[in-house]
């Protein structure tokens, strides 16, 4: 119903085999899109190699295709964000990087009706119901928006499995859930795609990033993490820079600092201004001690929270302070992932795993991927950097 207005946003990493390979493809009776790798526009699955493809068809054959030159097949991790406006214009940027499009078809293809064919990830379905062109490399935190504007997340795979030409996933129906508005593909097994924190002596300090501390009426916060091993109180991500602070605490509940923090399944939120406003909520029951992977999403907007955990609202957020955060200064701390970064030093260390976390306020986003080996690795849009 959307496939004029949507966007595709994942990270990449190819093992250089050079032959046409397809990354996605979603096919039904009348509309397609999909992505190709070492192919040419126009044909499906014509070869050329250190070309990529994104295309949309519709109706009576109208589609719209184009390809890229940018490197993808370096054997190094690149994220990718494809949009289409209108059903005719495409964007497509790498590493941050809006990249050019040379373009093959512009027809505008009207698509409408449901969906109800899969959608793969690492192969093609062919004409015999048979499977082919598969890709080989790595593929993970995969996220689909769909319209009309403003966009929403539409659904959330997290990590698959490295194929070497024999791995394909129908996302449609993969994990405890299927396409459904708000509910994340969530895979059942334990992916190798994630980092591990001890817990002990593990922490990731991310930066710079001092917008930041600028705009804190407008964050958003959205992180993979499974817990091991443990039900003390403990940071999933935070910084203190003096009065100004953002914090997430898992088994917490009130304020830092206070005698009895610890409530077990409780996350506690806070973020707080240069000029002592501070905004409180704690999460009760979100059953975070049960050693499998959950999808956290945390909003702070014009000084109203909103929490949702697994592609669920919870609308059981208990509130505490108030007020209206102000412009503050510049962030001069960097965000610690694993614990909290308080004046340059890592406290409440978290044992377990991270992978896929994302970071934003206002027009400035941070995604850290989190794979073991990238951990200290982001990507600013519209400005590339960081470590």
Request: hydrophobic share 40%; aromatic share 10%; charged share 20%.
């Amino acid at each position: 119903q959307h496939l004029a207005d949507f966007v595709v946003e994942f990270w990449i990493r190819c093992f250089g085999v050079a032959r046409t390979q397809t990354l996605l493809m979603a096919s039904s009776a009348h509309s397609s899109f999909g992505i190709s790798l070492h192919a040419t526009s126009g044909a499906l699955h014509t070869f050329e190699q250190g070309l990529t493809r994104f295309y949309v068809s519709g109706h009576a054959r109208k589609k719209v295709d184009a390809t890229i030159k940018s490197d993808l097949y370096d054997g190094a991790w690149h994220f990718v964000r494809w949009q289409v406006e209108n059903g005719q214009d495409m964007s497509v940027s790498v590493d941050g990087r809006r990249v050019l499009l040379t373009y093959g078809s512009r027809d505008k293809p009207k698509t409408a009706g449901g969906w109800e064919a899969p959608m793969l990830l690492g192969a093609a379905e062919l004409d015999a119901g048979s499977l082919g062109y598969y890709f080989e490399g790595q593929l993970m935190d995969l996220k689909f928006y769909a319209g009309p504007p403003p966009l929403r997340l539409l659904g959330h795979y997290p990590v698959m499995a490295p194929s070497y030409g024999n791995v394909c996933v129908d996302v449609s129906a993969d994990g405890r859930a299927g396409v459904v508005d708000g509910v994340g593909w969530v895979p059942r097994d334990s992916p190798t795609t994630a980092l591990f924190l001890n817990g002990a002596s593990a922490v990731v300090n991310a930066g710079p990033f001092p917008e930041l501390g600028q705009h804190l009426d407008r964050l958003t916060v959205e992180a993979w993490f499974r817990l091991e091993g443990t039900s003390q109180p403990c940071c999933l991500l935070g910084v203190e820079d003096g009065p100004l602070a953002i914090r997430v605490l898992l088994n917490h509940r009130g304020p830092p600092g206070q005698l009895y923090p610890y409530e077990r399944d409780c996350i506690s939120f806070l973020v707080s201004d240069a000029h002592g406003t501070c905004l409180l909520a704690d999460l009760p029951d979100a059953g975070i001690c049960d050693g499998e992977w959950h999808c956290l999403q945390w909003a702070v907007q014009s000084g109203v929270m909103a929490v949702s955990l697994d592609g669920a609202k919870r609308p059981d957020l208990r509130r505490a302070g108030g007020g209206q955060l102000r412009p503050t200064r510049p962030l001069r701390q960097w965000l610690a992932l694993g614990g909290c970064n308080t004046n340059g030093t890592a406290e409440q260390l978290f044992p377990g795993y991270l992978r896929a976390v994302t970071v934003a306020v206002h027009q400035k986003r941070l995604v850290f991927p989190l794979d073991d080996g990238i951990g200290s690795w982001a990507v600013q849009e519209g400005a590339p950097g960081g470590r």
